[in-house]
């Protein structure tokens, strides 16, 4: 989100406006990830389905980037022909953003050929850009200009989204890459060795973007509590301290903090400041059996991460927990699965994902052996989420007759507004449109297994019309 969200507001810097849909785009970039299997089938079928975009449209360029593109640019520039540009989540994004930008002259120009003309053949005349982003740019040797470089930096930050008639939120990457070579993850292979953006820049980029009217500031890293500024040192509670302290009525989020490198002064930051940094932490557990977590070369025992569970929990009031865990790793047995069926039911989860274990290309998983049937699999899934919604249908009974303050993001479809708590707890209630964008107080009268259901009980809107503002 951080990676589409930067990308967004540099073509928005050009002069590009978003469309709502495919057919009415010049360029469409799909940001791809490659996490599991099935999220790359997903990127093959909607593949397919652009061709006949681009049947119809000749000069419509389409490009890959992202984690897919890191790892089978070759073979996506071989299979489709239709495909304009492949740049990996590897390649330098600066270096990108400036092949962008050479992309959006060459689409105006075919444009006009086109619509000129209206003769296919003409814009064949204009020659194309190499496809291949890196090897254009290096064949090039081309000179950046300090403008470009400037905003690409930014660009590669993340930057704000805000679909029409929603809340404006933004996502910064603080960190990329990742260095722990978990077995079953790819990560380490699409997007390289660990880096971290300097603190300056990041309380710089945070400020900008709550002074253009962002809410929400999620801080984004595949690690984030392993956050080593390269300029002072800064640890990551030192730049959750700096961002708190930033003036603005906002929230300040941060996903995925690794158990094995959660401390103390970053749960004492988060009780610190309460108004700013929100009382949620998504904690990911991956397994409940220490052997799994040992294979999974994660650091931590069931043990250590129950302790950490029972820090956080001791240490930021209120705390809501979430998290993501795999089922059926290689060679994972049922009694192991049970563990962590208990771990889950033990914590209590707010909120979980969880996935069975996808087979992933380049990992030393891999190759491990896996005795264990595609079905076993399914049905540790099934009744692992069974439990985990259990789970969180007791955590988010806790809220049932207090106030809560929320940040309104849209209206659903049902008529009601859409809000979140700093728990991160989805709370619907009838109220003004115009208070997306706003915080405000909710009575909680209901808990379902998704959302909260609660009444309106103050608002901006309410200060106003109570000193006669406003009707
Ligand atoms: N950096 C984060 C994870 C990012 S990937 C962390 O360390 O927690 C998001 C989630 O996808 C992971 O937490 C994991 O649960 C899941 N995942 C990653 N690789 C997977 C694989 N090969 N099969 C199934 N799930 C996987
Ligand atoms: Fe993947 Fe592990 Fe890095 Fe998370 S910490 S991105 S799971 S290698």
Not at 65 to 87: D, N, P, T
Not at 132 to 161: C, F, H, W, Y
């Amino acid at each position: 989100m951080a990676d589409s969200a930067g990308i967004a507001s540099f073509l928005e810097g050009l002069g590009c406006v978003q469309v709502e849909s495919e057919s009415q785009a010049d360029l469409i970039i799909i940001n791809t990830c490659a996490i599991r299997e099935k999220a790359e089938q997903k990127l093959y079928s909607y593949l397919g389905e652009l061709v006949d975009f681009k049947k119809n449209l000749p000069y419509l360029k389409i490009g890959i980037i992202g984690c897919v593109a890191s790892y089978r640019k070759q073979e996506m520039l071989k299979r489709f022909e239709y495909i304009s540009f492949v740049s990996g989540a590897r390649d330098e994004r600066t270096t990108f953003l400036t092949y962008l930008a050479d992309v959006i002259v060459q689409l105006q120009t075919e444009k006009q050929f086109f619509s000129a003309t209206a003769l296919v053949d003409d814009v064949a005349t204009v020659v194309p850009l190499e496809r291949d982003v890196k090897a254009a740019m290096s064949e090039r040797n081309a000179i950046i200009p300090a403008r470009l470089i400037k905003e690409g930096s930014q660009a590669a930050m993340g930057g704000t989204l805000a679909p029409v008639g929603e809340v404006k939120r933004s996502f910064i990457n603080i960190t990329t890459g990742c260095n722990n070579y978990c077995t079953f993850c790819i990560v380490p292979f699409t997007r390289g060795k660990e880096t971290s953006y300097p603190l300056e820049d990041i309380v710089l980029r945070v400020t900008h973007e709550v002074a253009a009217g962002a809410k929400e500031i999620t801080l984004i890293g595949q690690n984030v509590n392993s956050y080593t500024c390269p300029e002072t040192g800064a640890r990551f509670a030192a730049l959750l301290e700096a961002v708190a302290q930033i003036p603005g009525e906002f929230w300040v989020r941060y996903v995925s903090p690794h158990p094995k490198d959660m401390t103390r002064d970053v749960l004492e930051a988060m009780a610190r400041y309460p108004e700013k940094l929100c009382a949620w932490c998504h904690f990911p557990l991956q397994s409940g059996s220490s052997r799994i977590l040992e294979l999974m070369n994660r650091t931590y025992t069931k043990e250590e991460y129950l302790a950490q569970v029972a820090l956080i929990r001791a240490l930021v009031p209120g705390v809501s927990l979430s998290t993501d865990i795999i089922v059926g790793f290689p060679g994972e047995t049922h009694e192991e699965y049970l563990e962590t069926r208990e771990v889950s039911a033990q914590v209590g989860f707010d909120m979980a994902y969880s996935f069975v274990y996808s087979r992933r290309k380049y990992t030393k998983a891999y190759s491990m052996g896996d005795t264990c049937s595609a079905e076993e699999k399914a049905g540790r899934l099934a009744d692992l989420q069974e439990v985990l919604r259990a789970g969180s249908l007791v955590a988010a009974q806790r809220y049932v007759g207090k106030n809560l303050r929320v940040l309104v993001e849209k209206r659903g479809a049902n008529g009601k507004l859409l809000a979140r708590s700093s728990g991160n707890h989805r709370v619907v209630f009838d109220g003004d449109a115009l208070l997306i964008g706003t915080f405000v107080e909710v009575h909680v009268v209901e808990a379902g297994q998704s959302e909260l259901r609660g009444e309106l009980i103050s608002s901006p809107l309410m200060i106003f019309s109570e000193h006669g503002l406003a009707a």
